[in-house]
């Protein structure tokens, strides 16, 4: 089992990067909250911890191997934790991780229904299944700080995927709001207030 990658980051997509290691490259699942700090790191030489898992339907013999990746063993081991609920798994777990580990944690612990339900595909009913299993599991992780914070910069994770919240609530696509987002921070890298962010959205819609 791959617990651990290392190689050049050659490219990174809506939900996956390319990690280059000489000889061979391997295509990596990554969450989106990972996704917006490694942007930033093409063509450095990065290292993720892995989730290895088998995808498709084994009655039917096609299953193929898939790797997601971590910047660190505790978001990795959050995201195990979160796969664990019924009604969630891998691919469900992987398109809700639209925000940082500590704030998902801390609302699972706070047991806030309505935050839980606001991620990509988590409704009410499986919002109320994760905070039963996994309230009293997940303080460690609210304590999580985020690369930025860790850097001493006030900059924007909290900020980033809260407008990619809004702009899905006011009707966007999930890939129609990454794309918005990835735009405006194209042009400005950092945003202190998500009204600022949102309005930078929607003047560079205006613009073209």
Do not use: W
């Not at 299993?133 to 304590?143: C, E, H, N, T, Y």
């Amino acid at each position: 089992m791959i617990t651990k990658i290392k190689g050049k980051l050659s490219s990174v997509a809506e939900d996956t990067l390319i990690l280059d290691m000489g000889s061979y490259e391997y295509q990596i699942a990554i969450p989106d909250f990972a996704r917006r700090q490694l942007q930033s790191k093409l063509n450095t030489e990065i290292s993720l911890h892995t989730v290895h898992y088998l995808e498709g339907n084994p009655m039917q013999g096609k299953l193929t191997p898939r790797l997601i990746g971590f910047l660190n063993v505790a978001e990795r081991e959050f995201f195990e934790l979160f796969c664990s609920v019924d009604g969630v798994g891998v691919k469900k777990a992987l398109r809700a991780m639209v925000r940082p580990v500590r704030e998902v944690a801390t609302a699972i612990e706070e047991q806030d229904i309505k935050s839980l339900s606001g991620l990509p595909g988590i409704g009410p009913a499986t919002a109320e299944r994760i905070i039963a299993k996994l309230r009293r599991k997940v303080p460690k992780f609210a304590l999580l700080a985020t690369r930025d914070e860790t850097r001493g910069d006030a900059s924007e994770p909290d900020i980033v995927s809260e407008g990619f919240s809004v702009l899905v609530s006011l009707g966007h696509s999930e890939k129609e709001a990454h794309r918005l987002i990835d735009a405006a921070l194209a042009k400005q890298k950092k945003y202190t207030d998500v009204q600022v962010l949102l309005q930078a959205v929607y003047e560079q819609g205006r613009g073209s």
